[in-house]
């Protein structure tokens, strides 16, 4: 006979796994459960940055406040925070405090960037996956894997160059940023190339390259050109040019040569900048 209370359980737990898949939970990430809404306490050591002997220098952010939020309090909140960071730890310990960017609810890490501090290289992605959340570093998942290939393929180490993100924390099953929340991410994401002060800036994929140059058009439009990044606190217009970002390649392999051709561009511009 069949027990109609089972029946209905299995109805149960399959609606509520398909509600689960449906909005971006699907994995576990973790063996144990976890309170993410519990308030989070810095790491004992937060900073995985190498601090190079000029990041001493004007250390000024002591212990930044989190300002009360309304509907555009986080942007507020954003611009003043990371404006007071003179130093990578800084704004790290910046992000860290900052609570108006509600993808940090659902992740488990922060991911703020991994590299050389005195990079002649900064790349932006698009945001955090699983491997990325987990680990708390940009880029170490199958899509970090590639892009060492294509930097090795111009003759540039992983610690030749540094890494960050449009967003700084992982959105929930891998989706991508909405505009509002690369909005949010954008000073820390600014402040951040003011004080790497790159040679060259390349975005990864069209949502890096769209927020960070401005432009409407899709990566396939952006790419292959070069463009000048600017805030009122670089010293000089940074050239940039966006590549298609490494997840889309491992998806289209067919576009490697492209990737190659832009790669090469970047190699060309670097080599340029050590003759004059
Ligand atoms: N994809 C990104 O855009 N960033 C990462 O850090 C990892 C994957």
New binding site residues.
């Given amino acids: 006979m069949v027990n109609q209370s089972n029946v209905s359980k299995k109805i149960q737990m399959r609606a509520s796994i398909e509600w689960h898949q449906l909005v971006g939970v699907n994995e576990a990430i973790a063996p144990t459960p976890q309170n993410r809404l519990a308030v989070k306490q810095p790491p004992a050591d937060p900073i995985p940055l190498q601090p190079s002997p000029s990041d001493h220098t004007h250390e000024v952010l002591a212990s930044p406040k989190t300002l009360p939020r309304s509907s555009d309090q986080p942007k507020k909140s954003a611009i003043e925070l990371a404006a007071t960071a003179n130093t990578l730890s800084a704004l790290r310990r910046s992000l860290e405090s900052f609570e108006g960017c509600t993808l940090m609810k659902t992740a488990t890490n922060l991911?703020f960037a991994d590299g050389q501090i005195g990079s002649k290289i900064l790349f932006i992605?698009?945001?955090?996956?699983a491997e990325?959340d987990r680990e708390g570093v940009?880029?170490v998942?199958p899509?970090?894997r590639l892009l060492d290939k294509m930097l090795a393929s111009i003759e540039l180490r992983r610690s030749d160059v540094m890494i960050s993100?449009l967003v700084f924390w992982r959105p929930p099953g891998n989706r991508t940023p909405t505009q509002q929340e690369a909005a949010i991410c954008m000073p820390f994401v600014e402040r951040l190339i003011e004080l790497v002060s790159p040679q060259i800036l390349v975005p990864?994929g069209g949502p890096a390259a769209k927020s960070l140059l401005g432009q409407t058009q899709g990566i396939g439009r952006l790419r292959g050109k070069w463009y000048n990044f600017e805030t009122s606190r670089t010293p000089y217009p940074i050239p940039s040019t966006p590549i298609f970002?490494p997840?889309y390649l491992l998806r289209t392999p067919m576009q490697k040569r492209t990737a190659w051709s832009d790669l090469r561009l970047i190699r060309n511009k670097l080599n340029s900048a050590q003759h004059t």
Avoid: C, D
């Avoid at 992605?125 to 996956?129: K, R, S, V």
């Fill in positions: 991911v992605g698009e945001a955090p996956g990325e940009p880029f998942g899509s970090g993100n990864l970002h997840a």
